[in-house]
């Protein structure tokens, strides 16, 4: 993701452990969500596998130069800690899920807050993703009349059987629905 992407800012960051020190003798915290939630421009609406919820604090597992990143995921489940994800249920549950974890329940905010015009690529909007379609809706403002808010959203599909799926949902969106061929955008290269 960070190739391409300027100031990439997923909210997470490190303090300082010892201020008093020079600046190249400096030490630093894990990485924890947060510290840079002000600049976030990249957000995870149901989780990531690398987030961790600690039950006082978001901490990102990072990679190392002893050890891989799945790795370091790995020994965290192996001592039951779970990534913070969203995956099972129906709309209302996961939306309950999301609104009890701080984070998610940022992500979910800031996409309820969502302006101008969101892209998806990837997100089918199946039938237990309702609570998307409400904080696009809500981003949407629907029958108010102001200039700052979510105009449209952009759907990528892979088949004809998603593009069909998108068009027979699309008056649930309170804004412009647009409906692009996911296969031509060239995303990782």
């Known amino acids: 993701m960070r190739s391409e992407i300027i100031d990439h800012v997923d909210g997470c960051g490190r303090e300082v452990l010892?201020?008093?020190?020079?600046?190249?003798e400096h030490e630093y915290s894990d990485l924890f969500w947060g510290k840079n939630k002000a600049r976030q421009n990249v957000f995870y609406l149901h989780g990531a596998l690398p987030f961790f919820d600690t039950g006082t604090?978001?901490?990102?597992?990072?990679?190392?130069?002893?050890?891989?990143?799945?790795?370091?995921?790995?020994e965290?489940?192996?001592?039951?800690?779970?990534?913070?994800?969203?995956?099972a249920g129906n709309s209302s549950q996961k939306l309950e899920h999301i609104k009890h974890n701080p984070y998610l329940n940022y992500c979910y905010e800031s996409?309820?807050?969502?302006?101008?015009?969101?892209?998806?690529?990837?997100?089918?909007?199946?039938?237990?993703?309702?609570?998307?379609?409400?904080?696009?809706?809500?981003?949407?403002?629907?029958?108010?009349?102001?200039?700052?808010?979510?105009?449209?959203?952009?759907?990528?599909?892979?088949?004809?059987?998603?593009?069909?799926h998108i068009e027979s949902i699309a008056d649930d969106f309170a804004c412009k629905v647009r409906i692009f061929d996911a296969s031509t955008v060239p995303l990782w290269s």
């Open 57 to 74: 604090t978001i901490e990102k597992e990072k990679y190392s130069v002893y050890s891989y990143l799945l790795e370091n995921i790995s």
């Open 76 to 87: 965290r489940m192996e001592k039951s800690e779970y990534p913070i994800f969203v995956t």
């Open 111 to 164: 996409l309820c807050d969502a302006k101008g015009s969101l892209v998806s690529f990837g997100f089918n909007f199946g039938e237990y993703d309702r609570h998307i379609i409400d904080a696009i809706n809500k981003a949407a403002k629907h029958g108010r009349k102001v200039s700052n808010r979510l105009w449209s959203v952009y759907i990528g599909v892979y088949s004809d059987a998603d593009r069909q």
């Open 18 to 24: 010892n201020p008093e020190e020079p600046s190249d």
